[in-house]
């Protein structure tokens, strides 16, 4: 899926970024820094990075979980290859079939207790129906 998200960031226009709104106020010479999947050659080979390639920012010098902000335009774009690559991919219809009847879940990797531990709801990227050991949404 990562493939098809870095594909769409080669067709898509650079735009300026822009510190998001957030319930405090960013200060003037507040330094934004931002996190991509892109690597920093890849960005300067397309010319810089768009919005959607932008996972999100943080502001100032603090590296901490809770000063990240989300993009919500890469927020979007990831659920939109999530909806449309999901059903597609191997290794979720190979947990359709296995689960037969309920629901299967795109998991964040780095979630604390690994993927078949307890799941913090944060770290549940997507999920999708099984009915018959097959995806419907």
Known sequence: MLRKIAALFK???LVPIQPRDTAEPVAANATLRVISLLSPDIAA???GLSQQAIC???IGDDNAPESFRPNPVFVALM???IKKEGPRDADLCAAAAEQREGWVYVI???TPDGPQGRVPL???VGGFEVQQCQLTR
């Open 108 to 110: 964040d990797l780095r």
């Open 11 to 13: 067709r898509s226009r």
């Open 45 to 47: 080979e397309l010319g």
């Open 122 to 124: 944060e770290d549940i």
């Open 56 to 58: 999100g920012s943080f």
């Open 79 to 81: 659920h939109q290859v």
